[in-house]
């Protein structure tokens, strides 16, 4: 539970500011006018968090697929023709994955839609997390025969 506390503690930190001070007009705070450069410390910060939930849900399913193949499997119908080629293939999705993730808030970056772009990855990182809480819960059983 403290793991998770932590993981959500950190996406709060790396969240962007979304209020605006006291001394701020809303001409200037609106989405057109508030520019950053799209690889700017918060959004290489939100791909390494998303790359990190990707990553620990991978190694829960690997591990899974490799001691108890005949019980896991999984889920997700678009990542389970990379994941069932073993790590070589989960590394192939992952990239994909992330590529079209950054690509996406590129888009959305171009196009001034800065807090989706900063939202997406949370919200990915939220679906890797919750994979690989997952995954862990259902090894956890799987090895004690609950």
Known sequence: MARVSSLVGLLVSSSPTW???QGDSLAT???ATVSHRFFDFKNIALTSIESGALLADGIYTQRAL???PEFFREADPIARPFVMRGWPGQMEGGAL????????RYLLH???HHR?????????TLYGTVGAIHGARELHRAETGR
């Open 116 to 124: 989706l772009e900063r939202l997406l990855p949370l919200v990915l």
């Open 29 to 31: 705070t609106t989405g």
């Open 97 to 104: 994955f992330v590529g079209a993730d950054v690509g996406l």
């Open 66 to 68: 490799r001691e108890y």
């Open 110 to 112: 171009r196009k001034n």
């Open 19 to 21: 209020a605006m001070a």
